[in-house]
């Protein structure tokens, strides 16, 4: 309760401070249909010349999709601008401000920063998702709905860890921000199914940046082909994945020096 409470706040003054330029919400709609329709033009070009593509059909491709841009609503609303803006607090020695406050800091710093206009990817993703849905059928079922679900907060869970270790680097090196790009380029590549890709490329975005398991394993649960070890091992990976997050936050705050030190 106290999470939500904070998060509300920090909602409402991210919308206060966003709708005073409402011509960015506009802009932002315009750039998420722009995006989405790229997105579904290019899978609409490949399946014109093929039924599957990495044994996914047409359907289960719109689901992934769905997915990828629901992930990509809530790293962008959320996640992403709120730890960047910790990174150039800690630059500026401003953390301090957050370290002083009657709440977890790390709690504060992930939820800092709300850009409210990314809600429309969110939207988008979860319409994709509905019209997948509405094509799959009877194939979705409680099993397979129950699998999406824990799959998608696993999924969630690793890559806000992810994002938190990055971003704590900078405890100890000045500019990171290329690393961060590195996480979005490859993000851009869960677009499609990971078992599309050559070896080592399928191990790099399943272990070392593990966006696979964010968009990839959720879609393969409502298509009826996660199985349960996948389900399991995105479970476990997503636990030690926060445990370790919050391990290596408190070593990089021992290494924060402050603006008064």
């Known amino acids: 309760m106290r999470f939500l409470r904070l998060f509300l706040v920090f909602t409402r003054l991210g919308a206060l401070s966003d709708l005073a330029y409402r011509a960015n919400f506009w802009f932002q709609v315009f750039e998420s249909l722009l995006n989405l329709g790229a997105a579904l033009a290019l899978v609409a070009l490949v399946f014109s010349q093929t039924d599957q593509v ?10 992934l999709l769905g997915v990828y841009f629901l992930v990509l609503g809530v790293l962008s609303m959320v996640i992403a601008p709120s ?14 401000l957050m370290l002083t406050k009657p709440a977890d800091a790390q709690l504060l710093v992930s939820i800092q920063e709300v850009r409210i206009w990314k809600v429309v990817d969110v939207v988008l993703g979860l319409g994709l998702l509905g019209f997948s849905l509405a094509r799959l059928g009877t194939q979705v079922g409680a099993a397979e709905a129950g699998g999406f679900g824990l799959a998608l907060l696993a999924g969630a869970a690793i890559v806000y860890s992810l994002w938190l270790v ?11 921000e290329n690393i961060v790009m590195i996480f979005w380029s490859l993000y851009w590549a869960a677009r499609w199914p990971v078992g599309m890709y050559p ?32 389900l399991v091992g995105a479970l476990a990976l997503a636990v030690f994945a926060l445990a370790f997050s919050r391990w290596f936050w408190r070593v990089g705050l021992r290494h924060y020096s402050g603006a008064s030190a």
Request: aromatic content about 12%; proline content about 4%; hydrophobic content about 55%.
């Open 166 to 176: 990055l971003t704590t680097l900078c405890f100890w090196f000045i500019r990171i």
């Open 54 to 63: 990495a044994g996914w059909r047409l359907e289960e491709m719109a689901a």
């Open 83 to 96: 730890l960047t803006r910790f990174m150039e607090d800690v630059q500026l020695g401003n953390l301090d």
């Open 199 to 230: 070896g080592w490329l399928r191990w790099t975005l399943t272990l070392v940046v593990p966006v696979a398991f964010a968009v990839t394993v959720p879609a393969e649960a409502l298509s009826g082909r996660l199985g349960p070890a996948t």
